[in-house]
């Protein structure tokens, strides 16, 4: 017998009325972000003070180690924008860095790591200068210990307010790339190397994402220490004499070596896995 329709209608909408309900009420709800905003703040008044803090050492730090710098034509002493600029500030640092090693040293690391941890561009021409001024190898030391330093800096400065943001405007995506995160926890330093040998994402991307999905310090640490090594070396490297824009920085040669290193990493890793889900 047909049941009527009156009778499916009611249980049906009664039905759909209940799971509607229980969607609104559902914590997991996709909600607007304009109406996330109206909560509550995620970050405490001890969080937002520990940031400014941290700004404000760093901050005071680098003026420091600019006022006792010895005398100099600060003038000439500005943040290069092209390659000419950096050429220009080369030859006007050569001298100063031969008359004060130790204290340019020092000006130049706090400068780095300022921009590391504070995510200001311009970093690829600091690492340009160092080896630049000081040749290959002690500018490869260079650059991967401030790198290092600044991108460790990032890390834990976003951890401290980045990821509470991040999960209160979009907490069902966080834990989206979280559980696939958490997925490949075994290899993952295969994968934070390749993306720090190759040019895939964006290093400051890397330093500020990484603790927001999970990522554990040590694997971030280790896969930021030996995977700059390539990029770096090869910046180190160059002779700005030969170089006539940043974009030369990554041709056709540079990028298939950065490839090739990181297929060597990550290859093993996705073929390993390929015969576990076979």
């Known amino acids: ?56 050492v760093f901050s005071t730090g680098l003026f420091y180690v600019y006022l006792t710098m010895p005398d100099a034509e600060y003038g000439k002493l500005k943040m290069p924008r092209t390659v000419s600029d950096l050429r220009a500030l080369k030859d006007d640092l050569s001298r100063y860095s031969k008359a004060y090693p130790a204290k340019f040293i020092l000006g130049y690391c706090s400068t780095y790591i300022f921009m590391q941890t504070f995510m200001i561009p311009g970093t690829i021409f600091m ?12 500018g490869l030391f260079l650059v991967v ?18 990821r509470p943001l991040v999960n209160w405007l979009w907490p ?32 400051l991307f890397i330093n500020l994402a990484s603790p927001i999905v999970d990522i ?18 090869i910046t180190a490297g160059l002779a700005l004499g030969d170089l006539k824009s940043v974009k030369d920085l990554y041709d056709f040669k540079t990028l298939s070596v950065l490839f090739l290193i990181g297929s060597v990493v990550i290859i093993p ?5 390929k015969r576990v889900y076979e």
Not at 145 to 162: E, P, R, V
Not at 194 to 202: D, E, G, H, N, V
Request: proline residues 6%; positive net charge; glycine residues 10%.
């Open 269 to 273: 890793t996705l073929l390993k896995r």
């Open 216 to 233: 554990p310090f040590h694997v971030f640490f280790l896969a930021t220490v030996v995977g700059l090594i390539p990029a770096s070396y």
């Open 1 to 56: 017998m047909a049941v009527p329709r009156n009778s499916v209608a009611e249980g049906g909408g009664g039905g759909r009325d209940e799971e509607s309900n229980n969607a609104e009420d559902s914590p997991t709800s996709k909600k607007p972000i304009g109406a996330r905003l109206e909560g509550k703040f995620p970050l405490t008044r001890w969080e937002l003070a520990a940031a400014l803090g941290v700004f404000f």
């Open 145 to 162: 210990f401030n790198a290092t330093a600044g991108a460790s800096s990032c890390y834990f400065l976003s951890k401290l307010i980045g």
């Open 172 to 203: 069902e995506r966080l834990k989206f790339f979280q559980a696939e995160i958490a997925k490949r926890r075994e290899k993952l330093l295969n994968y934070m190397l390749f993306l720090r040998i190759t040019p895939s994402l964006p290093n």
């Open 127 to 138: 690492s340009l200068l160092a080896g630049a001024l000081f040749g290959v190898l002690k």
